[in-house]
């Protein structure tokens, strides 16, 4: 079955549908592994490969760092500058690097977006890719300290030479990139379009264009490479990428979306690595992607990391930051409270975590101050915080947790102040449509509407789940067997109430 989307995927290249932007990881093994015994062994690999992700505990693997040998191949080009191409293979590495730790500025849009998607998390892997600077292989007039960067001497997408690299070919290509599903480095490696290769000053045919000019074409492959569907897995809302934390959609995003889309009943994550918007609009792999790619790397690509012992000037790991000091919860008398620690000099953010006590997902936030005002608890329930500071790239570890206890939370009147409720039309008839909108999130809460006539009886009830990652609801009731007059509309939600005025009327 896959095989077959395989096939049909093919025909999706950049020249036959200019909106199709990225690789298909589908495509490699139709176009890469040309005979059917190849293709045959490298289905049966993914499908073992996926049985042991999903029988292996997704413990968090922080401890662990996955260090990458890189080898980058320029293959067919008419004339090159060395010097310019290593210049842009080093930033593409160092965008490689920020994008998988998590530590790319981009990623600040995160807290912007973070509330509609309550279950995810901001993803930061603890993989270092490091370009291959010494014991290089013969035949390449490499000496030690260069980095392993060749130029036309390296053609196809195998290289025996250059076992146990994630190689990475760049060429002239109908693709922007294209990589195996769950690469093996033995030879092989990732290929990308000479336009979709690094960011900023191009060097001659090798030239990054926008909209793929930010070097995120390979962030995309490379979580290909290290096992990560797109974000749609095969299409349709019945497919799902594997990936507990994110959402289920039916297939890509392109250019620039313009505010949420939903698909499948639920907001996608259009800006993920794993979808296909321009470079300018991804900016993010979740937790749950983070981890499914360390999980893969421990348990497939032990040759990788071993070799980069041998071929990478590992520099000591840079001294990062203590991890905070002095934190404080501080009630406010507007009933907000502000959390805080010290600040620190070499701070790059911060990045602040809380959850409800009984919850297990913390929501994230990456702050530039050392403080923060929350207005999302609860009166009477119970919250933690925690908060770890980024240094260059390098994270401190987290700080103990604090409580944050039910005299100290948020009381409802400031909940109430961001919950706003609506019923239209207004005067009514047959219908009315109650609508709701808070400024904060909750997981998983039911919304109850409560209709009273001018007596104070009840004459209609309905209640409404409010949908993961949505901030507003809308409520329809049959009004058609009420009489004309006066209602008191109630809404319920958590331990808010708000009441609102309808008037029916049969000429309205
Ligand atoms: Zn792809």
Redesign the pocket.
């Known amino acids: 079955m896959r095989f077959l989307l395989w096939i049909l995927f093919l025909f999706f290249s950049k020249n036959v549908f200019t909106q199709v932007h ?4 589908e495509d490699y093994a139709s176009l890469i592994l040309k005979d059917a015994d190849r293709i045959h062994t490298y289905q049966n690999r993914i499908a073992h490969v996926e049985q042991t992700l999903t029988n292996t505990a997704s413990s968090r693997s922080e401890e662990e760092p996955f260090i990458i040998p890189v080898a980058i191949h320029f293959q067919g080009l008419k004339d090159f500058d060395p010097d310019c191409l290593t210049i842009l293979s080093n930033r593409q590495i160092e965008i490689l690097n920020q994008h998988f730790k998590g530590s790319h500025q981009d990623t600040q849009q995160w807290t912007h977006d973070a509330p509609l998607f309550p279950h995810a998390e901001l993803g930061r892997t603890n993989i270092t890719f490091v370009l291959a600077t010494k014991n290089h292989p013969q035949g390449y007039q490499l000496s030690d300290e260069e980095p392993a960067i060749t130029f036309n001497q390296v053609r196809g997408n195998f290289s025996d030479d250059w076992k146990n690299y994630l190689n990475i070919f760049v060429r002239q290509s109908d693709y922007l990139g294209l ?1 195996p599903y769950g690469g093996t480095g033995d030879g092989d490696g990732i290929f990308i379009s000479l336009d979709a290769f690094g960011s900023g000053e191009g060097c001659g045919e090798v030239e990054p264009l926008a909209p793929f000019e930010l070097g995120k074409t390979l962030v ?2 490379v979580g ?1 490479y290290f096992f990560l569907q ?1 974000i749609w897995g095969e299409r349709g809302c019945e497919h799902d990428d594997g990936v507990f934390d994110t959402p289920i959609s039916s297939g890509p995003h392109y250019d620039c979306p313009d505010g949420y889309i939903r698909k499948c009943t639920v907001i996608n994550m259009h800006f993920n690595f ?1 979808d ?1 918007v321009d470079d300018a609009c991804m900016y993010m792999f979740t937790e749950g992607q983070a981890r499914r790619m360390e999980r893969y790397i421990k348990h497939n690509l032990s040759n990788l990391t071993e070799n980069a012992q041998r071929v990478c000037e590992l520099k000591p790991i840079q001294a990062g930051c203590d991890r905070p000091a002095n934190l404080q919860t501080i009630p406010e008398d507007d009933g907000t409270i502000t959390l805080q620690w010290d600040s620190v000099e070499e701070a790059t953010h911060y990045q602040l975590q809380y959850k409800a006590t009984e919850n297990k997902h913390w929501k994230s936030l990456l702050l530039l101050k050392n403080q923060y005002n929350i207005e999302t608890a609860t009166y009477g329930k119970s919250y933690e915080w925690r908060v770890r500071i980024q240094c260059g790239n390098s994270l401190s570890e987290w700080s103990e947790k604090q409580v944050i206890t039910g005299e100290q939370s948020t009381p409802t009147t400031l909940r109430e102040r961001n919950f706003f409720l609506a019923a239209h039309p207004n005067p009514f008839n047959e219908q009315l449509t109650i609508s709701g909108k808070y400024s904060d999130h909750l997981d998983d809460i039911f919304v109850n509407v409560y209709v009273y006539n001018y007596r104070g009886e009840l004459v209609k009830f309905q209640y409404e789940k409010l949908a993961y990652g949505y901030n507003y609801f809308e409520v329809l009731i049959d009004t058609s067997d009420l009489g004309n007059g006066f209602y008191f509309v109630l809404c319920e939600y958590g331990e808010v109430k708000k009441v609102t005025k309808v008037f029916r009327s049969d000429t309205w």
């Open positions: 990225r690789c298909h990881a990589s995309h492959e290909h797109h794993m296909y």
